[in-house]
C-alpha cells in the first residue's frame, strides 16, 4: 500500500468548495467572516443531505469529522460541525441552528462519521440538543437524573458555579 | 452452538461485569460495562464523568491567561502542549508573531513531554499485559525528563510554563545540558524496552491480530495519534499542519497499516526516536532573543471564531473559541483526543478475550481527565 | 496405622518409652504437625520477603527495609497486621464454601511438605508412593480456589476461579508426565529411594537429553500449577482486579497468599528432589556431615524459586487460549515424546553413570 | 519443521528479556533509583523555581514590598489570594495611601498555576520550595502573607 498517496492534493479553495456545494441545495449560506475556514450554514432538514453528500462527494470527501461542538448563541442553540477530507486536505465548517430551546432537534450525523456518536452524546448532555435516529442517546458525562443543561448560557447553579 | 441455546427454552441472562471506576487496567476512573459470554466480550460501554469538572464551562468565566492553566488538568501527561494549543488560538487571533526563540523552546518541551508519556505508557502498557518490571523501567527514564521540566518550569506535571505571547521565564541555565545527557542516556535505553518487551513472543502473541481498527474505521472514528497512525491515518498535525518550530525540522510521520494493537504499540516506540531527533536537531542551536513579547494585561480576542489543532502525545487536540470580543471566550470547546479514541473501544474490543480488552485499551492510550474534561 | 515417622529416633523412642504405643504415635504425629506447621509458616513468610527483595532487586528498587534491619521483619509484620483485620465478606456469599475454601488450599500445600526428604533422616513421611502422593495431593488445592471464587458471588472472583480450573487441570498432565518421565529412570515412586539413586550422578546428569526437556516441561509446568505469572491468570490483576480472593480479607486472604508461596516452593523441591538430587551435595563434597543436606536441598530450592521469581518479574501475561494453547499443542506432545525418548534411553542402558 | 523453530525462536526472546532482567538484578546496588525519603531530607534540595507555596519575602526590619494593588487578586484563577487593604495616612508624607491589612492566600485551593508573581509589578511575592505542606486541618491552609506589624517598605510605589 502506497501511504504517500495521501499527500496528493486536489486541494479546493474556499470558493472552489462554494461553487460545488452551494449546486447541492439552495440556500445555503456561505461565510468566511471571522473565521479562517469557510463556513455554511444550513437550515435543520437539510443538514443530513448536506452531511451525507459531502462525506459520499469525490471531490469533497469530507471523511473526518474532527470536532463537532454544541454552541448557545443566546436566542439559538445550534451544533458546528468541523471537517476535513484526509485526501484532498481542505476544510469546512457546517453549523445548523434553531431557534427552539425547548425542544432543539436535528438529524443524527453518527451513521455517516462514528465518532459523532460520542460527541453528539456530549452535546445532548450538555446543550439538551436531540439528535433524531441516534443509537444511543443518552446522558454521558452527567448522571440520568441531572437537572438541566450546564452549558448552555441560561443555566444557574447557585451552589456548584463561582462566577466571578 | 450459540443458535441452539439462542432457541432454547433455558432463561439466559447476559453477564455483566462492571470494569472500574476503580480497576487496576482502567488507568483512572473510567468506568465500562462489560457484557461477556465466558471469556468473550460482547459489549463495551464507556460510562464516564466520574472526574468532569467543566472545564469549558469555568473557560467561559476565565481570562485568556488564566485558561491556560485549566488545561494542564486534561491531559495531565502532555500538559505542555495543551498550554500551547491555547496560547497558539490567542496569538493567532490577535496576530501576534512569538519570538524565534520561543517557537524552539516550546517545541523541544513540548518533544520532551511526548517522551514523558510514552514512557509514562510504556511502563503501563507492560503492566497491563502482565509484565510488571517495566513500569519501573519507564518511570527510571521519565523521571530525568520530569527533573528536566522542574529545573525550568517549577512543576514535574502542571507545568503551565506557557503563556500567549511567549513563556512564562527564560529557560534554566542548565537545561540544555541536562537535555542532552538525557537524550544519550535514553539512546541506550530505549533498545532496551525492545529486548525486554517488543521482542518477547508472549507479548507479540498477546499483541499481534488483536484490536483490529481498519483505516476507514479509523478515520470514521476520528482516531488520531498514534492509534489512527497505527491503521494508516496519515494524521499527524506536526506534519500537516505545523505549529510552532515544526516546520524548520525534520522527521517522519510513523505509519503502519496492520491496526492492531502491535502497530500502535510500535508506532508509539517509533515516535520515541523521531521525538529525540527532533530535540537534537533543536537543542544546539536554540536562538537568542526574547521569551516573550508583552501582550495587553487584559487579552481581548476579536469578534470571530478561531480554531487551533495541535498534536498531543495522545493525538489531535483542538481548541475552538468562539469570541463576541470580550475579555472571556464565549464559547471554548476542546477536541481531545481521549475523547475520540475511547469511542472506538467497542468497535476493536467485541469478540475479543478479556485479556484482549486490556491490551487494547492499553494501547488506545486513555487518559481520564482528557476524556472527561 | 504403622506409618513410619522417622523424623528423629531419639524423641521416637523417648515418646514410646513413657506412653502406650497408640498414644505415643498421635503425640508424635501432633509433635511433628506442629514443628512443620510452625516451620513453614515462618519460611512462608520469609519466601514472601525474599519475593518482595527479588522484585525490587529486578525493579531497580530497595524493597522492604524499614521494619527490622534490612526488612528482616517486614512479612511478620505484614502477617500480625493481616491477622487483626476483620474478616469482610459479601452478603450473598455461600458462607460455609467461603470459610472452607482458604483451609483447603493452605492444609494441602502444609500436607504436600511432609513427604519431602529435607536431608537423610529430615522426613516426616517416607512413604513408597511419595511422588503420586504429591501429584494427588497438589490436585486437591485447586479446589480450594474454585471454591472460593464460586461461593463468593463476585463475577470477577467466578471468572478467576473457572480460568483457574481450566488452567490447573491442564498443566496437572504435564507435570505428572514429567515427573512420570524422571520415575522411568529413578525406578521408584518413594522420594527418599529417588535420592538414593542420585548417589550416582543427578538425574539431570543420568537422563541427559530426556532429562533436560523434562525439566524445562516441569518448570513450565509447575509455575502455571502453582498461578504465577505469566500464568497468573487467575489473579491477572489488570483484567480481574484480584481473581478469585478479591473477596477474601485478613486472616483466610493471609492463607491463599502463604499456600502460594509454599506451593512454589513444593514445585521447587519437586524439582530439587527429582532432577537436581535432592538433599545430596555435589560430588558427594559434604557426604560425612549429613544435617548439611538440608543446607543442600534448601539451597538448591530456592535457586529453582528464585527462577521461578526471575520469569515472574520478566515475562508479561498469557492469555486464557495462549495459555491453553501451550499446553496441549507444545508441552502435551512434546511431553509424550520426551517419555519415549527417556524410555529407549533407560531401555537401551544410554545413562551416564559415574 | 517450523514447530520447532517457533519453540527456539520463542525461547531465545524469553531468555534475552530475562537477560535484561538479570542485568539489573546483579547491578541493583548500584543501580536503585529509590528516593529515600524522608530519610534524605537533609540533602533533599528542590530546585531553585520549584513551586512549593507563595511566600511574601520580609526583610529584617519587618518590611515587605506589597503595596494592595491586588493585582495578584485578579490575576488568581480560583480566588485562592484575597488582599484586605485600607486606606492609612501614611506617617512619612501625611498622605493617604492605600495599604495591606492582610494579604490572604489560601494554599487548599491554589494550583501553584504562577500567574500571581507573574501579575506582581513590584515583586512582593515568590515562590518558596518547602513542598511538605500536609497539615491535620484545612483551615491551616489559609495563611496570612504578610507578618503582624509589617509595613511596606518605603519608595515602592505600583
Redesign the interface.
Known amino acids: 500500500m502506497d501511504l504517500t498517496k495521501d499527500y496528493k492534493t486536489e486541494f479546493m479553495t474556499n470558493e472552489g468548495l462554494q461553487n460545488l456545494i452551494s449546486n447541492w441545495i439552495p440556500d445555503l449560506e456561505f461565510t468566511e467572516e471571522g473565521s479562517q475556514f469557510l463556513n455554511i450554514t444550513v437550515k435543520p432538514d437539510q443538514l443530513y443531505q448536506l452531511m451525507s453528500q459531502l462525506k459520499t462527494n469525490n471531490e469533497a470527501n469530507f471523511d473526518y469529522l474532527f470536532c463537532l461542538s454544541g454552541v448557545d448563541w443566546g436566542k439559538e442553540l445550534g451544533v458546528v460541525y468541523h471537517l476535513e477530507s484526509t485526501t484532498h486536505r481542505h476544510t469546512i465548517v457546517v453549523k445548523v441552528k434553531t431557534e427552539d430551546r425547548e425542544n432543539p432537534t436535528f438529524d443524527t450525523v453518527s451513521d455517516i462519521w462514528f465518532t459523532a456518536d460520542f460527541h453528539e452524546r456530549e452535546v445532548f448532555d450538555f446543550f439538551g440538543i436531540i439528535f433524531n435516529n441516534h443509537p444511543n442517546l443518552k446522558r454521558l458525562f452527567l448522571t440520568e437524573d441531572w437537572d438541566g443543561f450546564p452549558l448552555r448560557k441560561d443555566y444557574v447553579d447557585e451552589i456548584n458555579m463561582v462566577i466571578k | 452452538m450459540d443458535t441452539n441455546i439462542a432457541n432454547s427454552n433455558l432463561k439466559s441472562e447476559d453477564?455483566?461485569?462492571n470494569m472500574g471506576p476503580q480497576?487496576?487496567?482502567t488507568h483512572g476512573v473510567l468506568r465500562l460495562l462489560l457484557t461477556i459470554d465466558g471469556?468473550i466480550i460482547k459489549k463495551v460501554e464507556p460510562d464516564?464523568?466520574y472526574i468532569?469538572r467543566?472545564i469549558?464551562?469555568m473557560c467561559e468565566?476565565?481570562s485568556y491567561?488564566?485558561i491556560?492553566?485549566?488545561t494542564?488538568?486534561m491531559d495531565y501527561l502532555s500538559s505542555h502542549i495543551n498550554n500551547e494549543a491555547v496560547c497558539l488560538t490567542v496569538e493567532n487571533a490577535l496576530e501576534i508573531e512569538v519570538p524565534e526563540r520561543v517557537k524552539v523552546i516550546r517545541t523541544i518541551i513540548g518533544e520532551l513531554t511526548r517522551l514523558a508519556s510514552h514512557q509514562l505508557w510504556w511502563g503501563v502498557m507492560?503492566?497491563?499485559?502482565?509484565?510488571?518490571?517495566t513500569?519501573?523501567?519507564g518511570?527510571?527514564d521519565r523521571?530525568l525528563i520530569n527533573?528536566i521540566f522542574?529545573?525550568?518550569?517549577?512543576?514535574r506535571l502542571?507545568m503551565?510554563y506557557n503563556?500567549p505571547g511567549g513563556l512564562?521565564?527564560d529557560i534554566?541555565p542548565n537545561f540544555v545540558k541536562r537535555t542532552k545527557d538525557f537524550i544519550a542516556h535514553f539512546k541506550t535505553k530505549l533498545p532496551?524496552y525492545d529486548?525486554?518487551?517488543t521482542?518477547?513472543?508472549?507479548?507479540?502473541?498477546?499483541m499481534k491480530g488483536v484490536g483490529i481498527l481498519t483505516k476507514e474505521?479509523a478515520?470514521?472514528?476520528?482516531a488520531?495519534g498514534p492509534v489512527g497512525r497505527g491503521s494508516?491515518?496519515?494524521?499527524d498535525v506536526r506534519k500537516?499542519h505545523p505549529y510552532s518550530a515544526l516546520d524548520k525540522v525534520t522527521f517522519k510521520e510513523t505509519?503502519r497499516?496492520e491496526g492492531d494493537s502491535l502497530a500502535r504499540y510500535e508506532v508509539r516506540i517509533q515516535e520515541m526516536w523521531e521525538s529525540m531527533s527532533i530535540i537534537e536537531q533543536l537543542i544546539d542551536n536554540i536562538p537568542e532573543g526574547d521569551f516573550k513579547v508583552a501582550t495587553n494585561?487584559v487579552i481581548k480576542l476579536?469578534?470571530?471564531?478561531?480554531?487551533q489543532?495541535v498534536e498531543t502525545a495522545r493525538g489531535?487536540l483542538?481548541v475552538?473559541v468562539?469570541s463576541t470580543g470580550t475579555k472571556n471566550p464565549y464559547?471554548l470547546?476542546f477536541?481531545s483526543p481521549g475523547?475520540?479514541n475511547?469511542?472506538?473501544l467497542n468497535?476493536i474490543a467485541v469478540g475479543g478475550?478479556?485479556?484482549?480488552l486490556?491490551a487494547s485499551m492499553a494501547t488506545l492510550d486513555i487518559v481520564v481527565p482528557d476524556i472527561?474534561r | 496405622m504403622n506409618i513410619t515417622l522417622s523424623i528423629t529416633k531419639n524423641i521416637h523412642n523417648w515418646l514410646f518409652s513413657i506412653m502406650p504405643e497408640g498414644i505415643a504415635s498421635i503425640a508424635e504425629m501432633v509433635l511433628i504437625a506442629v514443628v512443620y506447621l510452625a516451620i513453614f509458616a515462618v519460611a512462608g513468610l520469609y519466601l514472601v520477603l525474599l519475593e518482595r527483595k527479588v522484585a525490587a532487586w529486578f525493579q531497580l528498587r530497595i524493597g522492604p527495609n524499614r521494619v527490622g534491619y534490612w526488612g528482616l521483619l517486614q512479612t511478620m509484620a505484614d502477617a500480625l497486621k493481616l491477622v487483626s483485620k476483620e474478616l469482610t465478606g459479601t452478603v450473598k456469599a455461600d458462607k460455609f464454601l467461603y470459610n472452607l475454601a482458604p483451609y483447603f488450599v493452605i492444609v494441602t500445600a502444609l500436607m504436600a511438605l511432609a513427604v519431602f526428604p529435607f536431608t537423610q533422616e529430615f522426613q516426616a513421611f517416607d512413604i513408597n508412593i511419595g511422588v503420586l502422593f504429591l501429584l494427588a495431593i497438589s490436585s486437591i488445592g485447586v479446589i480450594g480456589i474454585l471454591l472460593g471464587g464460586w461461593s463468593s458471588n463476585n463475577k470477577f472472583a467466578l471468572i478467576g476461579a473457572m480460568r483457574s480450573g481450566v488452567q490447573t487441570i491442564s498443566y496437572e498432565l504435564s507435570v505428572g508426565l514429567s515427573i512420570l518421565t524422571m520415575v522411568l529412570i529413578s525406578g521408584s515412586l518413594q522420594l527418599s529411594e529417588i535420592v538414593e539413586v542420585q548417589k550416582n550422578g543427578w538425574l539431570i546428569v543420568q537422563g541427559h537429553i530426556p532429562a533436560v526437556i523434562a525439566f524445562m516441561i516441569f518448570m513450565i509446568a509447575g509455575t502455571a500449577e502453582t498461578n504465577r505469572a505469566p500464568f497468573d491468570l487467575v489473579e491477572a490483576e489488570s483484567e480481574l482486579g484480584a481473581g478469585f480472593h478479591t473477596e477474601y480479607s485478613g486472616m483466610k486472604f493471609a492463607y491463599f497468599f502463604l499456600a502460594e508461596f509454599i506451593n512454589m516452593f513444593i514445585i521447587a523441591a519437586i524439582g530439587t528432589t527429582l532432577f537436581f538430587g535432592g538433599w545430596l551435595s555435589p560430588f558427594g563434597i559434604t557426604e560425612s556431615i549429613p544435617w548439611l543436606g538440608v543446607f543442600w536441598f534448601v539451597g538448591k530450592t530456592l535457586i529453582l524459586v528464585f527462577l521461578m521469581m526471575w520469569f515472574r518479574w520478566t515475562f508479561p501475561r498469557l492469555r486464557i487460549d495462549q495459555l491453553l494453547t501451550l499446553e496441549w499443542k507444545y508441552l502435551l506432545p512434546l511431553n509424550l515424546l520426551n517419555i519415549v525418548l527417556m524410555a529407549l534411553i533407560v531401555w537401551l542402558n544410554l545413562t551416564i553413570q559415574f | 519443521m517450523s514447530y520447532f523453530g517457533n519453540i527456539y525462536r520463542g525461547i531465545k526472546t524469553l531468555l534475552t528479556g530475562m537477560s535484561v532482567t538479570g542485568k539489573y538484578f546483579l547491578t541493583s546496588r548500584k543501580g536503585a533509583i529509590t528516593q529515600q525519603y524522608p530519610d534524605n531530607r537533609d540533602t533533599l534540595k528542590m530546585f531553585d523555581r520549584f513551586r512549593g507555596e507563595v511566600v511574601m519575602p520580609h526583610d529584617e526590619v519587618n518590611e515587605h514590598r506589597c503595596t494592595g494593588c491586588q493585582k495578584c487578586e485578579i490575576a488568581c484563577p480560583n480566588g485562592s489570594i484575597e488582599i484586605i487593604w485600607d486606606r492609612q495616612v501614611d506617617p512619612e508624607t501625611g498622605k493617604k495611601k492605600k495599604m495591606i491589612d492582610q494579604h490572604i492566600y489560601h494554599l487548599g485551593m491554589c494550583t501553584m498555576c504562577g500567574l500571581c508573581i507573574e501579575a506582581c509589578p513590584t515583586d512582593a511575592i515568590k515562590w518558596a520550595q518547602n513542598f511538605e505542606n500536609s497539615v491535620y486541618d484545612r483551615s491551616y491552609l489559609t495563611k496570612v502573607l504578610n507578618k503582624p506589624g509589617s509595613k511596606v517598605k518605603a519608595g515602592i510605589e505600583d
Open positions: 453477564y455483566f461485569i480497576h487496576p487496567a471469556e464516564l464523568g468532569h467543566s469549558e464551562k468565566r476565565d491567561q488564566q491556560v492553566h485549566l494542564d488538568r507492560g503492566m497491563d499485559v502482565g509484565a510488571l518490571t513500569y519501573f523501567y518511570f527510571r523521571e527533573d522542574e529545573e525550568t518550569c517549577g512543576a502542571t503551565n503563556i512564562m521565564f534554566h532496551e529486548r525486554l518487551l521482542g518477547n513472543v508472549i507479548f507479540q502473541k498477546r474505521d478515520i470514521s472514528f476520528g488520531t494508516g491515518f496519515s494524521c500537516h505509519l497499516t494585561a476579536p469578534k470571530g471564531e478561531f480554531y489543532k489531535e483542538g475552538y468562539v464559547r470547546k477536541r475523547f475520540s475511547l469511542s472506538l468497535h478475550k478479556i485479556g484482549d486490556v472527561d
